[in-house]
């Protein structure tokens, strides 16, 4: 109940396509989903994050799209670019009875190529 | 100034020796946390420091020793570490308190461990 499954676990993308990963999750008392987005040998940097009461939310050229009754979420990359090349981790928490604990997806090792 | 800074970027040690990592924020955030990282694997919790205090402790082995002495540096220390022990060792802090729904928590660049 407390896992977060993500995929796919790699992805490459053309040049100005559309990069999709998508995380499912069991835990209904999960209510805040960030992703974090992580260059080789630096920290995860947080990407754009979305809560339950919301369906969509959107920054530049990443979208969240959030499904309550599915318990699934997804990033969307619009016009991807070889900069966009990282691993991108989805991620779930409840804040008030696990101490804000994020519960991590497995990461998806995104390529895009030029 | 908006970052989680870490030292040193990189360490090695032997298995009988000691040493210490450390993470310091200005954003004045009120909660700090240690993670540990394998490749090609998502972040693992090792600690949460809430103002200033231990508030959990995800089983860590005690060959690993948290210390926050005030609000903005969290140290970890090191003894007597085991090979597998090699990660990336992970700080980040939480304007909110982590016990609140809203948890955004911003990490630093990470302390590549190596144990010989």
């Known amino acids: 109940q407390q896992q977060v499954k993500q995929s796919p676990q790699s992805l490459i993308v053309q040049k100005g396509g559309i990069s999709i990963i998508n995380c499912a999750y069991e835990n209904t008392a999960f209510d805040y989903f960030p992703w974090y987005q992580q260059f080789p040998g630096k920290g995860p940097a947080l990407l754009i994050a979305i809560r339950p009461d919301v369906s969509e939310k959107k920054e530049g050229r990443f979208t969240i799209s959030f499904n309550k009754s599915a318990k699934q979420f997804s990033l969307h990359i619009m016009d991807s670019q070889p900069g966009d090349s990282a691993t991108y981790f989805c991620a779930a928490s409840r804040g008030y009875n696990q101490g804000g604990k994020l519960i991590f997806g497995q990461g998806t090792e995104l390529s895009v190529k030029p | 100034d908006t970052e989680v800074t870490q030292t040193p970027k990189h360490l090695v040690m032997g298995m009988t020796n000691k040493k210490s990592l450390k993470c310091e924020q200005h954003m004045g955030h009120r909660a700090m946390y240690w993670y540990k990282q394998k490749a090609k694997k998502p972040p693992e919790l090792m600690f949460v420091?809430?103002?200033?205090?231990?508030?959990i402790n995800e089983s860590v082995p005690s060959r690993f020793s948290p210390e926050c002495p005030n609000s903005s540096l969290l140290n970890l220390h090191l003894h007597a570490l085991q090979p597998e022990d090699s990660a990336l060792y992970l700080c980040?802090?939480?304007?909110?308190?982590?016990?609140?729904?809203?948890?955004?928590?911003?990490f630093g660049p990470g302390t590549r461990l190596t144990v010989l």
């Open positions: 980040a802090s939480s304007q909110e308190d982590p016990w609140s729904s809203y948890n955004e928590q911003f």
């Open positions: 420091y809430s103002y200033e205090k231990l508030s």
